[in-house]
T-cell receptor, first 119, second 115 residues
Framework: AQKITQTQPGMFVQEKEAVTLDCTYDTSDQSYGLFWYKQPSSGEMIFLIYQGSYDEQNATEGRYSLNFQKARKSANLVISASQLGDSAMYFC????????????????FGQGTILTVHP | NAGVTQTPKFQVLKTGQSMTLQCAQD?????MYWYRQDPGMGLRLIYY???????DKGEVPNGYNVSRLNKREFSLRLESAAPSQTSVYFC??????????????FGQGTRLTVV
C-alpha cells in the first residue's frame, strides 16, 4: 500500500493566485513527521516546510502553509500568491519510526505533483 | 558548506558491470538514505541507515547493496547492472531530534544509464 499519495499528477495556476497541492498518508505510528519538497527543473531537492504529528497548529513558512488534518491523514501544501518561479515538481514525504520502533529512520516520498504557474 | 556530496554525477554502464555510488555528509547526521527517481514514480527508497552500523531495506532494494562505512559515508553498490536500473539516484541525510525533526538534505543526484 502506498504510504504517501499525491493524486494530482499536474496542476496549473495563474500567477498571484493561491494553489493547494494534495497529500494523504498512511501510518499507524502515533508520532511522525510530514515534509514538502520542491524540485525545479535543475533537479535539486529544496525543503519547504515541516509538520510534526503532535503540532496543533498548521506549519507556515513564508508563502507556504501546510493544511494538516490528522483525522483525515492529509497534509496539503498551500502556496499563496504564486510566482513563475514556483513552477516545479512538488513532493510530499513522511518520516516514521523504523521497524524496531525506537528511532526515526524511514523517509518515504509520494509520486509528486508538477505545478505550472501561468503568467 | 558541502552538505551531502555524491559521486559521480553521471555514469554510463554496460549491462552486467558493477559500480559503487559514493555519498558523504558533513552535518553529523545519524540517518542516511538512497533513493531512485524515475518519471511518474516519485522518489523511491532503496535502502536507508537510521544510524551508524544499521541498514534497512526500503521499497525497491533488489539489485542493490549498501554499506554504512562510518557516520559520514553511505555507499550504494550495483553488483550487476541492468537496464531497469537506469535512473537518477539521490543520497540524503537527516537527523531526528524528538518532535523537532530536521529536514533531509539531498545530494545533487547521479544520473545513471545502463545500456
Amino acid at each position: 500500500a502506498q504510504k504517501i499519495t499525491q493524486t494530482q499528477p499536474g496542476m496549473f495556476v495563474q500567477e498571484k493566485e493561491a494553489v493547494t497541492l494534495d497529500c494523504t498518508y498512511d501510518t499507524s505510528d502515533q508520532s511522525y513527521g510530514l515534509f514538502w519538497y520542491k524540485q525545479p527543473s535543475s533537479g535539486e531537492m529544496i525543503f519547504l516546510i515541516y509538520q510534526g504529528s503532535y503540532d496543533e497548529q498548521n506549519a507556515t513558512e513564508g508563502r507556504y502553509s501546510l493544511n494538516f488534518q490528522k483525522a483525515r491523514k492529509s497534509a496539503n501544501l498551500v502556496i499563496s500568491a504564486s510566482q513563475l518561479g514556483d513552477s516545479a515538481m512538488y513532493f510530499c514525504a513522511m518520516r516514521e519510526l523504523d521497524a524496531g520502533g525506537t528511532s526515526y529512520g524511514k523517509l518515504t516520498f509520494g509520486q509528486g505533483t508538477i505545478l505550472t504557474v501561468h503568467p | 558548506n558541502a552538505g551531502v556530496t555524491q559521486t559521480p554525477k553521471f555514469q554510463v554502464l554496460k549491462t552486467g558491470q558493477s559500480m559503487t555510488l559514493q555519498c558523504a555528509q558533513d552535518m553529523n547526521h545519524n540517518s542516511m538514505y538512497w533513493y531512485r527517481q524515475d518519471p511518474g514514480m516519485g522518489l523511491r527508497l532503496i535502502y536507508y541507515s537510521a544510524s551508524e552500523g544499521t541498514t534497512d531495506k526500503g521499497e525497491v532494494p533488489n539489485g542493490y547493496n549498501v554499506s554504512r562505512l562510518n557516520k559520514r559515508e553511505f555507499s550504494l553498490r550495483l553488483e550487476s547492472a541492468a537496464p531497469s536500473q537506469t535512473s537518477v539516484y539521490f543520497c540524503a541525510s537527516s537527523e531526528w531530534t524528538g518532535e523537532g525533526s530536521t529536514e533531509a538534505f539531498f545530494g545533487q543526484g547521479t544520473r545513471l544509464t545502463v545500456v
